[in-house]
């Protein structure tokens, strides 16, 4: 705390007073000395004078010794006399007189007259500490002798003096004292309101409130330093609270940004980005430890349907509910988090066993295969888990996430629904996908691949066109399966370029292949679900057909049922535009996908083509004989071809024309062969 401002007030005040004081003091002692000195020199004229004139008659009468001693004995009246001298005019000494506190050594035995009016004038003469009468005693005309008193002037002086300041120090320092006193009960209640402000300033930084109102009274500058003090305090609090509602909104900003930065806005789990971060400490840590932790991939089975048929309102509230379902059957300390779509990670930390990891999945696969309910729809979807370890992929984070999405991706192959733990050996199948990846580009730029054709028949075997089958023979690898490069050359986003080179191929053979033919032959192409969704494909169709001159009705385009739903939309549009060139399309692989035959109406098609499942098992079961039959029927009843795939047996064929479809395609006929091979069956 600072110390207070009376102290060197009143000190300053003090100081100042003494001054003067002492100033005063020492003027009127020195005017006391000044006055003193004159009294006494009057009286000492006066008593000289006196002694003179009595001396006059004595002298004149020859007056004997014990005359004039008796005359110099009044002097004894005066006690600050030291000595006295009477001369007659010759100079001799005629009387001597001693005061009686005089040192009888001090006094001069024989004073010579002389000595004396050399030195001195007649008259009065005042030395430092002395004061002397001269004089010369009768008439100037006729002198008689002379008179010499000498008078202390030091001794008496000292004693006034002292005198006098017993007499007035006292009053001096009571009236100072007073002063002080007086002046600091004035300070005391002049700088009170001081002491109040700074108590009310302490009150507030103790407090940090700032509506408190400082109230004090006060006069002159201090009112008004009050008065600016609470018109501060005002602004002050008027500020707070503006910076009160700025950090509020601040703070709740700075979390929106967070969640906006971190979560996933649609169902509040950690977004991928804040996933991987957390995983990668997670990671760092699990590897100092000597510990490990495991990851699951799952994707939802058939989300994409969800949102095709119900709308994308309530697959949205399917991912909701899934989120919460799956942090239910999770414990504390575990973190979900969705990567997008209908993709999620869960992180288990502190080396779960391999027990728990199968129980967790267990849970979410059963959890999720169960039926939802959103709005007013019954839903089941399902899920097919990936489980990995860090260990496995030496704790590196892309690796582990990979190896996780692997395993999921053997779940989805080996029929959906279910959980994989990972296994290093589907990194070789990954290798050899990296690989067929790899290759695909310097296949397509070296035409490595090939086309072959497989005849449709009608019922009478007659050819009425061909399936382009894509077929690719590498110099390592082998023949390599278009089941196989086709979803890798999908997932690497290639597929765009085959495609192309396909319809180029297909139309750069189009007249040898024609050529061959007694009648023009119709050729279906192969399209893939991201086919659809390239916006420059049908341009590049219509554009190809024009250059190649082909005539459009000879060509279809097959898709499969599921590439066609799955983008409804797009493929309505899509193939629309193709029907107007004249193109025809086929609805490929019918039966394995939708139970619901609804959209059949919705659609843009010509042909379903009957999958090889169903043909299979022709004869086998009753079931299938009769799902067949009303497929059949049903295309009859809305006028769409039918073309049956992978028909291998005679039975099988007369099964299917007798039911009514018109067109046959497999092995029974024909296998995929290169154009090459179809120029032997040439007509003559
Ligand atoms: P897909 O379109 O269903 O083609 C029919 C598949 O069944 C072909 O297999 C064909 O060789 C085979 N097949 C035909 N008849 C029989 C039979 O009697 N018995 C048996 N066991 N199989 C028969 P492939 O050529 O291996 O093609 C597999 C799939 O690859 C195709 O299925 C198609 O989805 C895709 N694909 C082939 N070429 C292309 C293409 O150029 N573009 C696209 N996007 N996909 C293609
Ligand atoms: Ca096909
Ligand atoms: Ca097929």
Not at 450 to 473: M, N, S, T
Request: glycine share 4%; proline share 3%.
């Amino acid at each position: 705390m600072a110390h207070s401002i009376k102290a060197p007030l009143i000190l300053i005040v003090v100081i100042a007073i003494l001054f003067v004081s002492f100033f005063s003091i020492f003027i009127s002692i020195n005017e006391h000395e000044k006055l003193y000195r004159e009294a006494v020199k009057q009286d000492l004229h006066g008593l000289s004078e006196n002694l003179s004139n009595d001396l006059v008659m004595l002298l004149a009468n020859a007056a004997n010794d014990i005359e004039l001693d008796t005359i110099l004995l009044r002097l004894d009246r005066y006690e600050n006399v030291k000595f006295a001298y009477i001369f007659d005019v010759s100079g001799r000494l005629l009387s001597s007189y001693m005061g009686p506190s005089v040192d009888p050594d001090s006094m001069q035995k024989s004073p010579n007259l002389n000595d004396y009016l050399q030195n001195y004038t007649l008259g009065m003469v005042v030395e430092k500490s002395q004061l002397i009468a001269f004089k010369q005693i009768g008439d100037e005309r006729l002198p008689q002798g002379f008179l010499l008193i000498v008078n202390d002037l030091q001794g008496p002086l000292e004693k006034s003096k002292n005198l006098m300041l017993i007499s007035v120090l006292p009053l001096i320092c009571l009236v100072v004292a007073l002063t002080i006193f007086m002046l600091y009960l004035f300070l005391q209640k002049l700088l009170s309101p001081l002491s109040q402000l700074s108590a009310f300033a302490n009150d507030v930084s103790h407090t940090q409130n700032y509506a408190l109102k400082p109230q004090i009274a006060g006069k002159y500058e201090i009112a008004q330093l009050s008065e600016d003090i609470e018109q501060m305090m005002d602004t002050i609090n008027v500020q707070m609270e503006r910076n009160k509602d700025y950090t509020k909104q601040l703070i709740s900003q700075q979390k929106a940004m967070e969640r906006l930065a971190n979560f996933d806005s649609l169902t509040g789990l950690p977004n991928r980005q804040f996933f991987v971060e957390t995983l990668r400490m997670e990671l760092v840590r699990a590897k100092r430890n000597h510990s490990d932790v495991a990851l699951l991939f799952f994707d939802l089975d058939g989300f994409k349907d969800v949102n095709d048929a119900f709308g994308h309102e309530v697959g949205d509230k399917l991912l909701i509910k899934i989120a919460q379902q799956v942090k239910s059957y999770l414990r504390e300390g575990d973190i979900v988090s969705r990567l997008g779509g209908d993709e999620f990670l869960v992180l288990l930390r502190d080396n779960p066993a391999d027990l728990t990891l199968v129980a967790i999945a267990e849970r979410i696969v059963n959890g999720l295969h169960e039926t939802i309910r959103i709005d007013n729809w019954l839903i089941t979807v399902g899920a097919s888990i990936g489980i990995a370890r860090a260990s496995q992929s030496n704790f590196s984070v892309s690796e582990f996430i990979s190896n996780a999405d692997l395993a999921m991706y053997r779940s989805k192959l080996e029929g959906k629904g279910r959980y994989t733990i990972f296994v290093e050996s589907m990194m070789e199948d990954n290798k050899r996908k990296i690989q067929i990846a790899k290759k695909m580009d310097d296949a397509l730029m070296h035409n490595k691949f090939a086309l072959h054709y497989q005849p449709k028949v009608d019922h009478e075997a007659v050819i009425k066109g061909f399936e382009i089958l894509l077929r690719w023979r590498d110099a390592d690898l082998g023949f390599i399966s278009p089941a196989e490069f086709i979803p890798i050359a999908e997932q690497t986003g290639k597929i765009n370029t085959v495609t192309s080179w396909v319809l180029r191929q297909a139309f750069i053979e189009f007249p040898t292949l024609q050529s061959y033919q007694t009648e023009p032959a119709r050729i279906s192409i192969n399209l893939s679900a991201i086919d659809i969704k390239n916006d420059n494909l049908f341009t590049e169709i219509s554009q190809l057909l024009e250059d190649f001159s082909i005539p459009a009705h000879l060509i279809e385009f097959e898709v499969t049922e599921s590439a066609y739903l799955e983008n409804l939309t797009t493929a309505n549009t899509f193939f629309a535009k193709l029907h107007d060139l004249g193109c025809t399309i086929a609805l490929d692989d019918f039966g394995t996908g939708y139970s619901s035959l609804a959209y059949l109406t919705q659609i843009n098609l010509d042909t379903l083509k009957i999958d090889k499942r169903f043909v299979d098992n022709l004869g086998v079961s009753d079931r299938s004989d009769l799902i067949t039959i009303a497929i059949i029927d049903m295309a009859n009843r809305l006028k769409l071809h039918l073309c049956a795939e992978g028909v291998e047996t005679r039975e099988q064929a007369e099964f299917l024309m007798s039911h009514g479809c018109g067109q046959l395609q497999g092995y029974l006929f024909g296998k995929p062969v290169p154009l090459s091979e179809l120029s032997k069956n040439r007509p003559m």
